[in-house]
């Protein structure tokens, strides 16, 4: 049977190379500061996934193990595992813009509001693209952070339209689209022009 005797300096060495590949593999934590968070457990994945927000902004994550402890004052220290975050990036409000699955209209909730003198329960949107209906659940709008969004398809061609706010209470053209006509009421429709 032959012995072997490691050299020191050898030893050392072998032990460094080895040290990175464990520190690899071991567990990364993230510490965060967040004013909301939100967790849904993926079953069968061995998986944390929720979103949190941090200074008012908001992002998504998936962790292989969450921790969360309530700070003096209402804030939660967030503790997430080997987390993925991926900040969302609240809609634009602007003029209609093709997006993946048609036309996308934005409304500000601040502009709506101003418009009806209170928070609209609903908006929707009417058009010559939909004989002018202000309840067509084809053209309801989402409201999520603070924008009003609906995308639909339209034929190509010219266009008018009006945001329609609680079932008709008030009927306001696009504030952010420039491109107007007469509406034949004394009021303005907004235009969109699909290619």
Known sequence: ???????PAVAALMLATALPCAA?????????Q?????LKAESGRGAVSGWLVQAGRKSTFTATAVSVKRLEGGALQVELTDAVLEEVKATAVGAPVKVDGGWRFTMSAEAARTALGKDPASVTLAGDFNNWSPNDAATACRLQ???WTAVITLQPGKHTYKFVLDGGAKWKEDPSNS????????????????P
Request: charged share 30%.
């Open 34 to 38: 967040a004013e909301k968070l939100e």
């Open 145 to 147: 952070d603070g924008v």
């Open 1 to 7: 049977m032959r012995h072997f005797r490691l050299i």
């Open 24 to 32: 690899a593999d071991a567990p990364k934590t993230q510490t965060l």
């Open 179 to 194: 491109e107007k006509v007469d509406d034949g009421f004394g009021g303005s429709n907004s235009v969109v022009n699909v």
